[in-house]
């Protein structure tokens, strides 16, 4: 790995899909948003470093003074090599995986600290990779890593694999002057973290309250919960041999069924309220799965995504729409399902803003209760009983997302202080 030749081994180019709520819109009819706190460090490395996207990560040493720490130790190499396709659930672009090539080893609690200029939703972003180091072997280290007294994002972690690197993102209402993230290694282990993000994120992003599954209820409250973002998939990706399209089959249950489709992301309108570009960029919203053509009027299946989940936790399941399929209003009509209960019934997108082509998204909260074998199961399939043309139902795109527990966590069932559920 220390090889001066070796350069990043990428198989495929993962579409920077952390950056999903950053998209800045060059369309000045569209809301354009700053993050007020902005924090990116490149734990460990000697010099800032800028990504494709644009953004700089603060190299180790002019992002020292957050950090409350006893012993200092640094790691760097300089490339890593890498099976960018072997782990989903950690989407990087090729320019983020040079926020891996360097860790900070933190050897006893450690805290990092920053001021928030303004309270409310905050992405706090971890990047990991056990890069190898003399001393420390950082494949065995296990630690956990906590917001101070509130929330706890990682219990008695470790990264075993050296194949891939690990992604964590949380969405987080930070409501104090300063937010802590807290390394706290298990006895006679260390910690260890590659690269940081604490950025603020629109208040829109995500309101207080969701539908519920079955239909009919509403869970309110979620403000007060903490968030990570486990599943993000671009259904039916909009560009060929783009890893999106991969994503989606690994998850589809019934891939024989789908049909992709996808129109010019130009095409996709955003309405007055509701979805806009921090909900999910145009290229989600320009293409989907549908039915695949069966020759027949009366088609009826569902379309089905399968992912796995811990299902001592409950989800706030986030479902993309944007009718890029029929030719005319009130065409298609379809349910959706999570866990086999309704979510919604003769789902028409064409009437909620009388035009097609239009990006809407839909929040349900699945509870822990509902989840079986730590599945989560979303479906897509026609009504029968309202007359329209071809039955068809269609998915842009997907996201689960787990909610923190009684005790705030989001990893095991102890609260950051300690006590058990
Ligand atoms: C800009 O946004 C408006 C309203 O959403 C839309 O009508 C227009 O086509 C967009 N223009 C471009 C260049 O995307
Ligand atoms: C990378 O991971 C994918 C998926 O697990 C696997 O199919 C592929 O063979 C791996 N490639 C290498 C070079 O290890
Ligand atoms: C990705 O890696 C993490 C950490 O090693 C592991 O917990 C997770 O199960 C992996 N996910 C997949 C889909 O392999
Ligand atoms: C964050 O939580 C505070 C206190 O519970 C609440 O007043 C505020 O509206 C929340 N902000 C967001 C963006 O959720
Ligand atoms: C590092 O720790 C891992 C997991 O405990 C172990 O499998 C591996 O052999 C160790 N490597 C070295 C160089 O000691
Ligand atoms: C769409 O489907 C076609 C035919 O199955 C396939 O070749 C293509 O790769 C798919 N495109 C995407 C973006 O999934
Ligand atoms: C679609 O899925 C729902 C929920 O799992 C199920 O009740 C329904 O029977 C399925 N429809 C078809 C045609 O299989
Ligand atoms: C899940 O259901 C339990 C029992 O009904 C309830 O106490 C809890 O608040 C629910 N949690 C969520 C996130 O819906
Ligand atoms: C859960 O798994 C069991 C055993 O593998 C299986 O019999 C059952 O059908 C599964 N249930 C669901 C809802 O998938």
């Not at 690269?195 to 603020?200: M, N, P």
């Not at 903490?226 to 041999?241: K, S």
């Not at 399902?337 to 803003?353: A, E, R």
């Not at 009504?383 to 705030?408: D, H, M, R, W």
């Amino acid at each position: 790995m220390r090889g001066e030749n070796h350069t990043l081994l990428i198989l495929f180019l993962l579409l920077l899909l952390s950056n999903f709520n950053f998209v800045k819109s060059s369309n000045s009819s569209e809301v354009a948003f700053t993050p007020p706190d902005n924090y990116l460090i490149d734990c460990g490395s000697s010099q800032d470093t800028k990504l494709d996207d644009g953004r700089i990560f603060k190299s180790d040493s002019s992002s020292r003074s957050y950090l409350e720490t006893n012993v200092e130790v640094e790691v760097s190499v300089d490339s890593i090599l890498v099976n960018t396709t072997s782990n989903s659930s950690s989407p990087s672009s090729a320019s983020a995986l040079l926020l891996y090539r360097s860790a900070r080893i933190l050897t006893s609690d450690s805290k990092y600290s920053v001021h928030v200029s303004s309270p409310g939703w905050h992405w706090v972003r971890l990047y990991f990779y056990p890069l190898p180091h003399l001393k420390y072997n950082l494949t065995s280290a296990v630690f956990s890593v906590t917001t101070g007294d509130e929330f706890v994002l990682l219990h008695e972690f470790s990264v075993r694999e050296t194949t891939s690197v690990v992604f964590k993102e949380y969405l987080l209402n930070v409501t104090s002057e300063t937010f802590s993230l807290i390394f706290k290694p298990n006895q006679q282990s260390y910690a260890f973290i590659n690269a940081i993000e604490i950025v603020s994120a629109p208040d829109s992003l995500l309101s207080d309250s969701a539908s519920t599954v079955p239909q009919g209820g509403t869970f309110s409250g979620l403000f007060n919960y903490a968030f990570e973002v486990c599943y993000r998939l671009n259904v039916g990706g909009p560009i060929i041999n783009t890893p999106m399209a991969e994503h989606d089959t690994e998850y589809n249950a019934f891939p024989q069924g789908v049909q992709n489709a996808s129109v010019s992301p130009s095409a996709i309108k955003y309405p007055q309220h509701g979805a806009n570009t921090y909900i999910a960029p145009r290229l989600v919203y320009a293409s989907a799965d549908q039915m695949a053509d069966s020759d027949t009027e009366s088609q009826n299946f569902n379309l089905t995504w399968e992912m796995s989940v811990d299902p001592e936790f409950s989800y706030l399941i986030r479902t993309h729409f944007c009718d890029i399929v029929s030719k005319s209003l009130n065409d298609i009509y379809f349910n959706v399902y999570i866990n086999g209960l309704i979510g919604v019934s003769s789902l028409d997108l064409s009437s909620i803003n009388n035009a097609l082509s239009t990006a809407y998204y839909m929040d349900f909260v699945l509870n822990a209760s509902s989840i079986q074998n730590g599945t989560v199961v979303v479906q897509v399939g026609p009504t029968t009983t309202v007359q329209s043309g071809q039955p068809n139902a269609i998915l842009n795109g997907l996201e689960v997302i787990k909610i923190s527990n009684k005790l705030g966590s989001l990893d095991g069932l102890l609260g950051a202080k300690g006590h058990k559920e």
